[in-house]
């Protein structure tokens, strides 16, 4: 079903309210413009002229997550250019009383798009990509030195369960998405889950406010249509009529196999080529030191060592009674029991009852000594505590 250039309805379908026809232009214009790169040449001009951002703020660069300066622009330019197009759009189309097929245009793209977004945060969840287990490192750290968005992912870290519990969430709504029928269901989990990540990035901190923002109205976008059917059910008792599923819909013929091929090129990649990707990443062999453990140190040491962890076979993590900790590369040389510490000197190891450990060797301007530790990372409730079904009194420390 098409329109001709003098319709100004769709048949079968009943006239837009003037407010309606309005706000529909303003947010088919923002999402296209949104998720386009239109801006990606002129957001650094606007940035460094308009809003005077300099240095690496007014570049595009890796973060590992967003909330950008840049990203911020895009944002204004994405809703001033909608703002301004939607007052050219309503002057030239005010003769049009509906944008039934173009909303359902709409619709398929923000559908897709989420879905394949939410499968792929779905599954780095489920397959604990996101949320791994926490290191050593962040198990010898105390809470007070924590940031907000540490504390959240060291509370997903705490529980592998959880974790995959929530990127099942984030699956469902997305396959539920990639079909016409579960659109609606599909939307409402959608939203729920979306609004949790929201809160958490708002009130954690967590650098992913712009993004988790618009997949919230995204998901409210597609619902939109809904609601007067869900609250008929919800709240007021009612019969709801059928939702329309029809649009948009091919006639017979190279337009029906082509968008058949698209829904199941895309259904392909969302499902099956990111789910495969990320279980080898989550198979893939994750390689341990040979002196694996969380220490605490138990004798004099000429810098005033308090915890040393061994986590991955290149760094250790080294923390000094005063606070201060950081990252040392460190070399392994497990036929001669020798383990090289940048900064601190080659060491050579052993073990007593195999919870201590010995580290034998000469830092840097003193003479040679013996460190001893103990492991403990094996006994701290957060790894050891479990489920328990029936608890007498509450286990919080």
């Known amino acids: 079903m098409t329109d001709s250039a003098d319709d100004r309805v769709t048949p ?17 214009l923002y999402w ?17 002229r308009l809003f005077h951002v300099s240095a690496e703020a007014a570049t595009y660069h890796r973060t590992g997550s ?7 622009v895009d944002v204004f330019l994405s809703f001033v250019a909608a703002l301004c197009g939607t007052a050219i759009w309503s002057m030239l189309d005010r003769r049009r009383d509906q944008y039934v097929m173009l909303h359902s245009w709409l619709r398929l793209l923000i559908r897709y798009f989420m879905a394949l ?9 489920v397959f604990l990509l996101q949320f791994p287990e926490n290191s050593l490192s962040r198990l010898g750290q105390e809470y007070g030195t924590f940031s907000p968005m540490g504390v959240v992912w060291s509370f997903m870290g705490a529980s592998a369960a959880y974790t995959i519990f929530s990127g099942l969430a984030e699956v469902t709504g997305g396959l539920l998405l990639f079909f ?5 269901l599909g939307a409402l989990v959608t939203f729920g889950v979306m609004t949790n990540v929201a809160a958490l990035n708002y009130c954690y901190d967590i650098p992913v406010k712009i993004h988790s923002t618009h997949y919230l109205l995204m998901s409210a976008f597609l619902l939109a249509p809904d609601c007067r059917r869900l609250a008929n059910v919800f709240l007021l008792n009612r019969a709801a009529e059928p939702g329309e599923l029809r649009l948009p819909e091919f006639s017979p013929g190279w337009r029906l196999w082509t968008s058949r091929v698209a829904w199941i090129a895309l259904f392909g990649v969302g499902v099956i080529d990111q789910g495969v990707d990320a279980y080898k990443l989550y198979a893939a062999p994750k390689p341990r030191s040979p002196l694996y453990g969380l220490y605490a140190v138990e004798s004099e040491t000429p810098d005033g060592w308090q915890s040393l962890a061994f986590d991955r076979p290149d760094n250790a993590t080294l923390r000094v009674r005063d606070g201060r900790w950081g990252y040392l590369r460190v070399d392994y040389d497990v036929a001669k029991q020798l383990v090289t510490i940048e900064k601190l000197g080659p060491y ?7 919870k201590i450990l010995l580290l034998t060797g000469t830092p840097p301007g003193g003479k040679e000594m013996t460190i001893r530790m103990r492991r403990y990372d094996e006994v701290l409730p957060l790894r050891t505590r479990g489920f328990h079904w029936v608890q007498e009194y509450p286990f919080s420390r």
């Open 12 to 28: 079968g379908f009943p006239a837009w309210s003037l407010l309606h026809r309005i706000v529909f232009r303003f947010f088919c």
């Open 32 to 48: 296209v413009l949104w998720l386009s790169p239109i801006w990606k040449p002129l957001a650094p001009f606007v940035a460094t």
């Open 66 to 72: 967003g909330d950008t300066a840049l990203q911020y």
């Open 117 to 125: 977004m939410l499968l792929s945060y779905g599954y780095s969840k």
């Open 180 to 184: 016409r029928r579960t659109t609606a």
């Open 348 to 354: 050579r190891w052993s073990r007593q009852d195999g």
